[in-house]
């Protein structure tokens, strides 16, 4: 196909992908998915840089691809495949390895961040390789496009960096990608603590909107949402970031401008904000979560999927690999 080419990962780390996940990048990825020829995938060897449960990791692997499924990414348009079931992600990695220098992966500042938090001696070196397996992820397929969130920008440049560094050396290999962080996409903060991203560490359950949790679990959250006292329905991140949230997050599941949502609050309090935007959540998870439960269901299918997707990846990924072998001297 003559399309240019989208590719980008989600780690399976939990039962449920949240709301920030959804308005903040899956999104993007359906709609993406019409103009672009797309790969999506589901890194699970990247999750095993922290401790994981085998069974768990399983279980979330298969149902992180059905959540993307029932989302809307549609295998028939999308290559969508799990990361370890394509071998060359892993070969990759190992000859972009001795191509990073210790140096250069060590300001990497996720890995600075993460291993100070759990110390040197709990920090695995799959975490401080992690980078170079998500350059080796991104180059095996040769994309245009990818779509991340800001904090995954400084991984971003070294693929570009790693990708440069190969071409000059060995000859034209990889495509340079472009990091493509979506102005539109909404930035979804805790309910909680509306000046913190949702984030599935983040330090309350209560301020996290699981897209397969029951309607009356998250109204419940969304009603208990901090806001502030004046009272007023406005957008402003900075004076009312409780608010403007909640907006955000009504506005992108509506359709539906922050203006034309703040005009029609006028004189309305938060209680009319909150079950709003509860009533728009529920109308959006509960189909979602019944496709959901479909797909998971019949695993035969499901796996038929992943394995096709596989299949496919593969098919770009062979060749690629091989051509980078040859060059090193395999
Ligand atoms: P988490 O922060 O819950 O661990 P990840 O880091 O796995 O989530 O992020 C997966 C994707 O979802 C990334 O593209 C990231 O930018 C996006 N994302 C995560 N949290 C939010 C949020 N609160 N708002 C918008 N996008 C988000
Ligand atoms: N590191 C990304 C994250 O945590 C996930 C990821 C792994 C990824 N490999 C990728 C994203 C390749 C884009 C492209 O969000």
């Not at 980008?8 to 899956?26: C, M, R, V, W």
């Not at 999308?78 to 079931?85: E, N, P």
């Not at 394509?86 to 300001?107: D, I, N």
Request: proline share 5%.
């Amino acid at each position: 196909s003559d399309k240019q080419r989208v590719l980008s990962g989600i780690q399976p780390t939990a039962d449920s992908y949240h709301l920030g996940n959804y308005l903040g990048a899956l999104k993007q990825w359906i709609e993406l998915q019409d103009s672009y020829d797309a790969f999506y995938f589901i890194p699970d060897l990247h999750a095993i840089t922290v401790d994981q449960n085998p069974e768990e990791l399983r279980h979330r692997t298969v149902a992180g691809a059905a959540q993307l499924i029932a989302l809307g990414i549609d295998p028939a348009k999308s290559t969508l495949f799990v990361q370890s079931h394509v071998p060359q992600h892993a070969e990759l990695t190992w000859v972009l390895q001795c191509l990073t220098g210790f140096g250069e992966a060590s300001r990497m500042t996720q890995f600075k961040d993460k291993s100070q938090k759990q110390g040197a001696e709990r920090t695995s070196v799959g975490l401080f390789t992690y980078p170079v397996l998500m350059a080796a992820d991104i180059l095996l397929y040769k994309p245009q496009l990818v779509p991340v969130g800001e904090d995954q920008r400084q991984h971003l440049e070294l693929t570009r960096t790693l990708a440069e560094r190969f071409n000059s050396r060995y000859g034209e290999t990889f495509v340079v990608p472009e990091a493509f962080i979506p102005e539109g996409s909404a930035k979804i903060q805790d309910l909680q603590e509306p000046t913190a991203k949702m984030s599935k560490s983040g330090s309350n359950p209560k301020g996290i909107i699981n897209l397969l949790d029951e309607p009356k679990t998250s109204a419940k959250r969304i009603k208990s949402a901090v806001t502030d006292n004046d009272g007023v329905i406005a957008y402003d991140r900075e004076a009312k970031p409780g608010v403007s949230n909640l907006l955000a997050i009504q506005a992108a599941l509506t359709g539906k401008t922050i203006d034309e949502l703040v005009a029609g609050y006028e004189g309305a309090g938060y209680g009319a904000l909150k079950t709003d935007t509860a009533d728009a959540l529920e109308a959006f998870t509960t189909p979602l979560k019944a496709r959901y439960d479909e797909l998971m269901n019949d695993r035969a299918q499901l796996e038929d999927i992943l394995a096709a997707g596989a299949e496919r990846a593969r098919a770009v990924s062979e060749p690629l690999l091989d051509d980078v072998y040859e060059k090193t001297g395999f």
